[in-house]
């Protein structure tokens, strides 16, 4: 009957693809894909992967475009560094950046995967590729698995995991690249291995577990490991559009004989779209888990329509409602949910991006102290002051006391020069006259300057004791030191 549902036989959801009675995984010997979307892929996958390993020598302003030190917790993106203290900036960038990848697998199912994700990308389009030029199309691999060692068998798999190992320390260097930054990568090599043996180390380990996926997890990752794909489930309803098995016009499915007693569905078993499929499943169950989206059995599929003549599309880009009603694709009030939430998160993050201070400052004064009497009356407090310098420009600071009257000191008698990108420290009195004292806690209002420029305004407490004009001078200070004497003795 044309337009039965085929999933009426779930037992498929029981078993996996590549793991078989026992429990042994069965390796997939997937068949060499060919096609419009393949071709698509093909191109999208080498403009992603010169991006990739382009991108660690790829500099702004002789700034890294894209820098991920997360050993020193210093992120460069597009240029502009976050530090840790822009950790709620990197936070709702991440935030915004997870809120857009659940929007767009609610619209477009797992299309990251299949099109952009680099697990896919170099598996499909690096190491698969060699694959086929050395070992030969998927029936001459099945072959070559399953014959004895022989010098062919051996030549063929010595040279593929050599070209394999080579590929994976390239990928793990250009990863490297992206931590540690370009220069430091360059020294690392150009120092000799054991100069550096902490990132010698970081370059064997990284080249080890891409080399173990690509020749050995391969369609484990997108199936068991990545937690993305494990989520799909949740994120995927009847309207997102996925890789779909049109059933009403495939069912019921039969092999092609030229005398036809009954009509059948266009779908002929001839089980193209499973030989070609990477993670081994076969679509016309219905959405699963492993799906990823690579399209590679639209491809097998549309070729096989073109040969019996019949529409393009049994298989293709579809939501279930699409196939089982008819209905166009198109937004709903879950999609339209996700969307108010991201422009929100984008907005908010813009914005404090946009007002995020370039050089950052904390004034405090210097615990366990209270104050110190100085020469001719005069009392002083003990500041601690931190400068974060984000700018890529070395800053002269200079403080200016904005009330009440009085002068800033420094311990070590220097003015603060804060380096580029880094962090600069000081200590300085404030000292005020013992007259102008009216309160036991004055507040203080500092700017901060460099190059001309207002960089900062703080504000902060001075303590002191309180001036009392009708106190004899000596009893006043006699009972000042005592005083100090009494507090430096409570530090
Ligand atoms: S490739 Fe198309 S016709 Fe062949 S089995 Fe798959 S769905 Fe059916
Ligand atoms: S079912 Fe099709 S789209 Fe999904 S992983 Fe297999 S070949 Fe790719």
């Known amino acids: 009957m044309k337009g039965a549902q085929p999933l009426a036989d779930e037992h498929f959801r029981d078993e996996l ?16 894909p060919n096609g419009r979307f393949y071709n698509y892929r093909t191109w999208l996958s080498w403009f992603f992967m010169i991006m990739l390993f382009a991108g660690p020598f790829m500099k702004w302003n002789g700034r890294p475009l ?14 502009m560094v976050f530090w840790p203290q822009d950790l709620n900036l990197f936070a709702l960038l991440m935030l915004s950046f997870i809120i857009f990848i659940v929007l767009f697998t609610v619209l477009f199912g797992r299309v990251w995967c ?26 001459q691999q099945k072959r070559l698995a399953d014959q004895d060692w022989n010098s062919e068998k051996i030549m063929k798999r010595t040279f593929k995991h050599v070209l394999f190992f080579v590929l994976s320390f390239a990928i793990a260097n250009t990863f490297l690249g992206y931590i ?28 080890g577990v891409f080399y173990g996926v690509f020749a050995h997890l391969r369609e484990l990752v997108c199936v068991f490991i990545c937690p993305y794909g ?25 092999k092609l004989k030229k005398t036809e007693e009954a009509p059948k569905g266009d779908c002929i078993d001839c089980k193209l779209c499973v030989s070609v499929c990477p993670t081994g499943i076969d679509i016309r169950n219905g959405t699963q888990l492993e799906c990823i989206n690579c399209t590679a059995c639209i491809d097998a599929c549309d070729e096989v329509m073109v040969k019996i003549e ?18 166009k694709l198109g937004l709903n009030l879950r ?42 009356g005069k009392i002083s407090n003990l500041y601690s002051i931190e400068f974060v310098n984000k700018t890529f420009e070395e800053l002269p600071i200079e403080l200016k006391l904005i009330e009440p009257k009085g002068e800033i000191k420094f311990v070590d008698g220097k003015n603060i020069v804060v380096d580029k990108e880094s962090v600069g420290k000081s200590s300085f009195f404030l000292i005020l006259d013992a007259a102008s004292i009216k309160k036991i806690s004055t507040p203080v209002e500092i700017e901060v300057w460099s190059n001309g420029k207002l960089i900062e305004e703080m504000k902060s407490k001075f303590n002191g004791p309180v001036f009392n004009p009708n106190k004899p001078k000596e009893e006043d200070s006699a009972e000042q030191n005592e005083d100090s004497k009494e507090k430096k003795h409570e530090d």
């Not at 693809?17 to 060499?32: C, H, M, T």
């Not at 120092?191 to 010698?200: I, Q, S, T, V």
């Not at 599309?313 to 196939?323: D, E, K, P, Q, T």
């Not at 914005?351 to 009497?373: D, S």
Request: charged share 25%; net charge positive.
């Open 114 to 139: 299949g099109w952009a994700c680099p697990q896919t990308i170099f598996m499909e389009m690096l190491f698969r590729k060699i694959e086929y030029l050395i070992d030969g199309d998927y029936q």
């Open 230 to 254: 494990r989520l799909q489930g949740l994120m995927l309803d009847k309207n997102s559009m996925v890789v779909a098995y049109d059933y009403v016009r495939g069912e019921p499915r039969g």
């Open 17 to 32: 693809s590549n793991v078989d009675k026992e429990g042994k995984r069965l390796w997939i010997f997937a068949k060499k």
């Open 310 to 327: 019949k529409p393009k599309g049994l298989v293709r880009f579809a939501s279930v409602n699409n196939i089982k009603e008819g209905k």
């Open 66 to 79: 894209l820098l991920l030190n997360v050993l020193e917790r210093k992120f460069i993106i597009l240029g």
């Open 180 to 207: 540690i930054g370009i220069d430091e990568l360059k020294l690392t090599i150009t120092d000799g291995p054991f100069a550096h043996p902490g990132k010698l180390a970081s370059m064997l380990i990284f080249t």
């Open 335 to 376: 999609n339209g949910a996700y969307g108010v939430v991201l422009a929100a998160l984008f907005g908010v993050f813009l914005y404090l991006l946009i007002t995020r201070k370039l050089v950052e400052t904390t004034l405090l004064r210097t615990p366990g102290m209270l104050y110190q009497t100085q020469e001719e």
